[in-house]
């Protein structure tokens, strides 16, 4: 997998103003020579899934275009305890001045990875997919989303503009899944896909006689997902959310849905321990 550098540059330069402030690395500048080189390798302390090596190291060639950059292992891929993720040699200054804004962003985005692909291979033998949501940090959505993408799940929305997903909020104001629809197939362009979220199964009933494309089961019991299923028996696709937990998904999955949406990816995966260690070769 590869994200375009374009869509993350700007927010690794944010992650660096904010680390340097008005003054840069005072430790660093004091205590390493100018002219001191050095080679840091980045090593995983447990067992996970590589993701972001490209956005961690940026933080490095963003302070000195001179650094060299190597990564050992694969986005996507398994990594074991101790395994080498990427090696950075060039100026001892840049490589620590680097270190922890690239660690935070590999941390992140690994954790996330190895969250998604345990959950991806706990389903692998149902048709199911594991997908994200809009639950994100403010201003790495794009770095988590892909995240889950490198763990093999698949992504939701991104934002408000690229798809309608018609909560239950929207059905209290509008007064109704018909109006609601209405209202949508009116405003929107074909291309536009359009999920109606659903709490019983009276409402999603009612969804299924209206142009949508897909369902979202929101907080029900296994027993009604399994009517639910039945009721739509492949017309739209069905998705299922609502603090679904790993061992749950499996059950939802043999259910027969087609998606399993889980906030918790993005927002409390926890991250990987991740650590780099330098040494001075010059």
Known sequence: MRLPRLLYEDIVRIALKEDLGRGGD???????PLGVSARGRIVTRRK???AGLAVATMTFELLDPNVRVRHCVAEGQLVEAGDVLAEVEGEARVILTGERTALNFLSLLCGIATETRNIVDRIQSYRAKIVCTRKTTPG??????YAVRAGGGFNHRFGLDDAVLIKDNHLAIAGGIEEAVRRIRYFVAHMVKVEVEVETLEQLETALRQPIDAVLLDNMSLDEVREAVRLVNQRVLVEVSGGITPAQAVEYAAAGVDLISLGWLTHSAPAMDISMETERIS
């Open 26 to 32: 005072l430790t660093s500048d004091a205590i390493i």
């Open 48 to 50: 996970g899934c590589a």
């Open 140 to 145: 790495l959505r794009t770095l988590e989303k």
